[in-house]
């Protein structure tokens, strides 16, 4: 499978607990987003590494949140003392700047979805 | 107002049915436009993508995107049951972290 992989899937966890999402974007893609979506919205950008630098993030990512991509290949998005208001599904997408579109075209992975109970 | 609007539906159709999926937007700098297919509890699939204004087909698909109306639409032919899925429209400037999504069409195709 040559897509972006999430891992875990699923994962319930208990208010105030800290969380771990995975992702490994497509091989060759040197960009890689963090999107978060609610039922009945689109996604809405979180993060953006290009290779292992960050290079933006939104507003909505609170203290609590917080994103790495160590190698340049693989990312992890934590997120510290989970709230309720969390819950949410978790969505990496990756792109090449020699891809489609010059990059603007981004690839989605399963997603990992949170509840926060 | 949101930065791109688009009707949530639900929209049912028999199947056969030529399907019209559509988003207006308020942002002049957008230039790239896409569509996604999202299946239920599954991440966004990339179905298409056009640059500036225009047509663009593919198989069954076909994409419009009228700048000057800031209108951009997706037509189904022959729509299918495994059409059935929530489609998403998305646009982007051409910076890496600003593209807006609207919140999806939620399609159902009856056999």
């Known amino acids: 499978d040559t897509g972006v992989s999430q891992d875990p899937r699923h994962k319930i966890t208990k208010r105030g607990q800290n969380v771990t999402f995975r992702c490994d974007p497509i091989s060759e893609h040197n960009r890689l987003y963090w999107y978060r979506q609610t039922l009945g919205q689109g996604p809405e950008f979180l993060t953006y590494f290009q290779n292992e630098a960050q290079l933006e993030k939104s507003r909505l990512l609170s203290d609590r949140f917080s994103a790495e991509r160590p190698k340049g290949s693989f990312s992890t998005l934590e997120i510290q003392r989970t709230e309720q208001g969390d819950s949410a599904m978790y969505l990496c997408a990756s792109s090449s700047i020699t891809g489609s579109a010059g990059g603007n075209t981004i690839y989605f992975g399963e997603g990992s979805w949170l509840t926060v109970v | 107002q949101k930065e791109v609007e688009q009707d949530p539906g639900p929209l049912s159709v028999p199947e056969g049915a030529i399907v019209s999926l559509n988003c207006t937007y308020s942002n002049s700098a957008f230039q790239y436009f896409m569509w996604y297919r999202q299946y239920s509890r599954k991440g966004p699939e990339l179905l298409m993508y056009?640059?500036?204004?225009g047509n663009k087909e593919d198989g069954r698909f076909t994409a419009q995107v009228d700048k000057s109306s800031k209108y951009i639409s997706l037509f189904i032919r022959d729509s299918q049951p495994s059409d059935s899925a929530t489609y998403l429209c998305a646009m982007s400037a051409g910076n890496n972290n600003d593209m807006r999504f609207g919140a999806g069409t939620r399609l159902t195709v009856k056999p």
């Open positions: 056009t640059y500036s204004s």
